[in-house]
């Protein structure tokens, strides 16, 4: 009875074991992925792959735009030099008279550009918010050609990959030539 009960044992134990083994196997890359190398081939060209977007965003115009701009704000500095050399005049006597005249005339003329310039359109208050479209080019990718053993091979990466590339070899039998001789 005794040595019945150590050979199943026994058989317990390397039925045991090979079952582990088994998994141990697949778990090591000898199941489906078992035929898989990397190496590295030369890359032949890089070039960038462009995609055009249209891009909308607000912007505020209004009327009168062209003396906002840059336009001329003749008209304010003229007029803010006169009153401010009228109002110099005003202060004090002799020498010190015209030295009043010219530094209000100067700063005048200084007030009446700056009122002027942020004033000449807004005082035609029509000023709105439109979509403005544009367009704009970006790079989505990299249409790299490439060499392997001698075999030339087209692919689209999301980056430029320099000279040299990274590849995953797997090979895998046909299944249709399987049984057929």
């Keep these: 009875m005794e ?32 035929n898989v190398t990397y190496g590295y081939a030369q890359v032949l060209r890089a070039r960038p792959a ?7 965003t607000p912007e505020q115009r209004c009327e009168g735009q062209a003396v906002r ?3 001329n704000p003749t ?8 009153v401010g050399g009228a109002l110099g005049n005003q202060v004090g006597k002799g020498d010190g008279r015209k030295a009043a005249t010219v530094a209000g005339a100067v700063a005048g003329a200084v007030i009446g ?9 807004a005082s035609s208050g029509r000023c709105r918010t439109v979509e403005v479209e544009r367009e704009e080019r970006r790079v989505v990718g990299y249409d790299v050609e ?19 590339l990274r590849v995953r070899v797997s090979v895998t039998p046909e299944i249709s030539s399987i049984g057929y001789r």
């Excluded at 462009?50 to 891009?55: D, V």
């Excluded at 008209?75 to 006169?82: D, S, Y």
């Design 3 to 34: 040595r019945l009960f150590a050979r199943v044992a026994v058989l317990v134990l390397l039925a045991g074991s090979s079952g582990m083994a088994a998994a141990q196997s697949q778990g090591q890359g000898r199941g489906p992925d078992e």
């Design 50 to 56: 462009f995609e055009t977007f249209r891009i909308r």
């Design 69 to 71: 701009d840059g336009g």
């Design 75 to 82: 008209g304010g500095t003229v007029a803010g030099a006169v």
């Design 113 to 121: 550009r700056n009122i002027d310039r942020n004033n000449g359109s």
């Design 146 to 164: 490439y060499v392997y053993k001698g075999e030339k091979y087209m692919s689209r990466l999301p980056y430029d990959p320099g000279n040299r």
